[in-house]
């Protein structure tokens, strides 16, 4: 038989108590799946100045490849980098045909700060292929409301003349139909996204992963 | 204020932060040290070892090293566990061993905290619980769920501390109960005894994508990857630790061997 005194038990209660509050206190909420979207959004159709200074047509430059489309600034001090550096990074377990039909088109809220040489040296930093967008921050505020994004928020200068700027955080997926079926919000990981890619660039599943549910 | 170094999602700045826990901490070091020491004063060498071990422990756990392994690199989170749990323990009784072996002999064995001591610093029950504190320690879901807390870090510290001292304890503090664990059992006792630290290294090393959601969704604040990050973290765990253990080995060995020729 088992003994179990009260004050065993009570180290019990403490312990476990303890461990629960210890997980309960995750206020980073890390992970975080795709989010599906109610009204699948088609391919929009914009126009913005690419990194080469050229007018780079959205829907004709992009039509029938996988895009991952953000909006944010190149000083930005967590989202951006983050969500960048770990699309880059899942993007080596696609084939090369299917690295072809895949961009990640990055919007800059910022545009003061974010010149073009300055938004194509950051975009290099994590993979050459990116492609970066810059124009007049109201017609990139009224891109961002249609496609249901926070408009940016300017914060108050700092006296080194730096500041912050809000901006939504999601990562919109335009699947090689044209279509956006979901959205990624911060705080997916790479191996989440190295998981989703083969799917959303439209990999057909082998038997084993068609069993076994993995992409 | 904080009292604790937690995982804050904040992005890094080099301004100083204060935690009063670390510093509560290394004064209750700091002045058990002093009292174990007051009446067995060791010499100067040993003295001089245990207060390098109870800088050690204030350097791992204070600013910077001490927030930024709480939650911006696993490469720090891997060099505090060197310091706090490899690191500081050997060099804290090595400073106290005679202080420690006084009060030891004169009813500090009979006491409640020496009974604990007495059976938790068994070396087959040592070895176990330190191999369990490094393994639960740095299993990703302890790590994402508790460094995001002040508690929840200070616990996972607290254990390596805890595991540490106990860990060199049969080491360090002779224990004439024990003849049969001589030079080569000793030897024995910290190979196998940090034979899973290895495992976590190579664990590190071997992913094909970042450990611990903490230091890959962190606000970057290096030009390092999440990816380079924990292959460092991994590089130090294996190298950094092995050197430590080997080393202390070595230095055993030759003592040993020494011994043996010399009866």
């Known amino acids: 038989m088992i003994r179990c005194p009260a004050r065993a038990r009570r180290a019990t209660v403490i312990l476990a108590t303890f461990l629960a509050a210890c997980a309960r206190d995750d206020s980073r909420g890390v992970g975080g799946p795709a989010v599906t979207l109610p009204t699948p959004y088609p391919r929009p159709s914009f126009t913005l100045t690419g990194t080469d200074g050229q007018p780079f047509d959205f829907q004709a430059r ?6 991952f489309v953000l909006f944010g600034y190149t000083h930005c001090p967590d989202v951006c980098p983050v969500h960048v550096a770990n699309i880059a990074a899942a993007m080596r377990v696609l084939t090369f045909e ?6 990640l088109v990055f919007i800059t809220t910022d545009p003061d700060r974010d010149s073009l040489p300055v938004l194509r040296s950051w975009l290099a930093s994590f993979d050459s292929t990116f492609v970066g967008l810059r124009g007049p921050v109201e017609d990139v505020t009224r891109l961002a409301a249609s496609l249901q994004v926070a408009a940016a928020m300017f914060g108050a200068r700092n006296p080194d003349g730096s500041y912050e700027v809000g901006h939504g955080a999601q990562v919109i997926v335009w699947q090689p139909d044209d279509t956006a079926r979901v959205i990624y919000p911060f705080g997916v990981r790479q191996a989440e996204w190295a998981e989703a890619m083969p799917r959303l660039v439209g990999r057909t599943p082998t038997l084993i992963q068609r069993i076994t549910g993995k992409s | 204020m904080q009292f604790w170094c937690s995982a804050s999602g904040k992005a890094w700045t080099w301004a100083f932060t204060a935690y009063p826990g670390v510093w509560a901490l290394v ?3 700091a002045f058990t040290y ?24 204030w350097l791992a756990l204070d600013w910077p090293l001490g927030p930024l392994a709480a939650g911006y690199l696993a490469s720090a989170h891997a060099l505090q566990f060197l310091l706090v749990a490899l690191i500081a323990p050997p060099l804290l009784l090595l400073g106290a061993r005679a202080g420690l072996v006084t009060w030891w002999t004169t009813g500090g064995e009979r006491t409640t905290l020496g009974r604990v001591v007495g059976t938790l610093g068994k070396p087959l029950v040592a070895a176990i619980l330190f191999n369990f504190v490094t393994i639960a320690t740095h299993v990703p879901a302890v790590v994402d769920g508790w460094m995001t807390s002040q508690l929840g870090a200070f616990a996972i510290d607290a254990c390596w501390l805890a595991g540490g001292l106990l860990f060199w304890w049969p080491i360090v503090v002779p224990a004439p109960e024990r003849p049969w664990f001589g030079g080569g059992a000793k030897l024995l006792y910290l190979f196998l005894g940090t034979v899973f630290h290895t495992g ?10 970042p450990m611990y959601a903490i230091y890959e969704l962190a606000p970057p604040m290096s030009g390092m990857s999440a990816m380079d990050d924990i292959k460092i973290a991994g590089g130090i ?3 950094a630790g092995s050197a430590i253990v080997f080393g202390v080995m070595t230095v055993m060995f030759f003592r040993w061997s020494r011994e043996a020729g010399n009866p």
């Open chain 1, 62 to 67: 992009t039509r029938g490849k996988l895009t």
């Open chain 1, 98 to 103: 299917e690295r072809a039909r895949t961009t």
């Open chain 2, 27 to 29: 004064a209750l070091l």
């Open chain 2, 34 to 57: 002093a009292r174990l020491v007051r009446h067995d004063a060791p010499d100067a060498r040993h003295r001089a070892t245990g207060w390098i071990g109870v800088l050690t422990i």
């Open chain 2, 200 to 209: 976590i290294a190579i664990a590190m090393l071997m992913r094909d994508y």
């Open chain 2, 237 to 239: 765990m294996e190298l």
